[in-house]
């Protein structure tokens, strides 16, 4: 069974950095998309990024893009989120989750922003404050 692990978050100030975690067991990322979300209190659920089967492939949405990477490590079975130049506006739970194997929209050649995964982690907290 596929099973999602996040950490590295935190409480950081404005303008702070970060490095998500998503450790992921029971199958190699070879087979498996995964999406970084988040969700901030009485909001809804917000695609970050992700990063194909393949790995050759990311997406990041607008509101991220130029400050937040994505990026894996095959032999730690691990896919990375490192969030720089924080916002307040990025406080959030943020979960990573993966389609496994990729279906819909995902392939080796695409990754999706919209939340159709099928298994989710329990989330690693994000604060931005001074």
């Known amino acids: 069974q596929l099973q999602l692990v996040e950490s590295g978050g935190g409480l950081v100030q404005p303008g702070g950095s970060l490095r998500l975690s998503c450790a992921v067991s029971?199958?190699?990322?070879?087979?498996?998309?995964i999406g970084w979300f988040r969700q901030a209190p009485g909001k809804g659920r917000e695609g970050v990024s992700c990063i194909s089967n393949s790995g050759g492939v990311t997406n990041y949405a607008d509101s991220v893009k130029g400050r937040f990477t994505i990026s894996r490590n095959n032999a730690k079975n691990t896919v990375y989120l490192q969030v720089n130049s924080l916002k307040p506006e990025d406080t959030a739970l943020y979960y990573c989750a993966a389609d496994m194997p990729p279906s819909g929209p995902n392939s080796d050649n695409f990754c999706s922003l919209r939340d159709e995964y099928d298994y989710w982690g329990q989330g690693t907290q994000v604060t931005v404050s001074s």
């Open positions: 029971g199958f190699t990322l070879d087979y498996v998309t």
